[in-house]
């Protein structure tokens, strides 16, 4: 049995959902990061699929779906160095990744 559109939808929506339960019932700043990039990469499986399930005159992919998921890995991957050195900021002045005790701004 070959995949369809609606599988790679299913799966990307099951993965969205499982970062947004993480983001909303964790605690820990660690596991909400992991969590929203689990959400960023939902969305580039659904890009790519339809993307890949979108054929051109010619009967070929459309791949500008697929190009801007190279944009969204950049942006992500600068996003997680510039998120991990923040939390590691915030873990060497409050020696905590807990989001309850990061309650001001302030160190």
């Given at each position: 049995?070959?995949?369809?559109?609606?599988?790679?939808?299913?799966?990307?929506?099951?993965?969205?959902?499982?970062?947004?339960?993480?983001?909303?019932?964790?605690?820990?700043?660690?596991?909400?990061?992991?969590c929203l990039e689990l959400m960023?990469?939902?969305?580039?499986?659904?890009?790519?699929?339809?993307?890949?399930?979108?054929?051109?005159?010619?009967?070929?992919?459309?791949?500008?779906?697929?190009?801007?998921?190279?944009?969204?890995?950049?942006?992500a991957a600068a996003e997680v160095?510039?998120?991990?050195?923040?939390?590691?900021?915030?873990?060497?002045?409050?020696?905590?990744?807990?989001?309850?005790?990061?309650?001001?701004?302030?160190?």
């Amino acid at each position: 049995m070959t995949p369809t559109l609606a599988h790679y939808l299913i799966v990307s929506g099951l993965l969205f959902t499982i970062g947004l339960a993480g983001v909303m019932l964790r605690r820990n700043i660690i596991i909400i990061f992991m969590c929203l990039e689990l959400m960023l990469n939902a969305a580039n499986l659904s890009l790519v699929a339809f993307s890949r399930y979108n054929l051109t005159m010619e009967g070929l992919p459309n791949y500008n779906g697929q190009i801007l998921v190279f944009f969204i890995i950049t942006v992500a991957a600068a996003e997680v160095a510039v998120g991990l050195a923040i939390i590691v900021a915030l873990f060497r002045a409050r020696q905590t990744t807990h989001v309850e005790d990061l309650d001001s701004m302030k160190f």
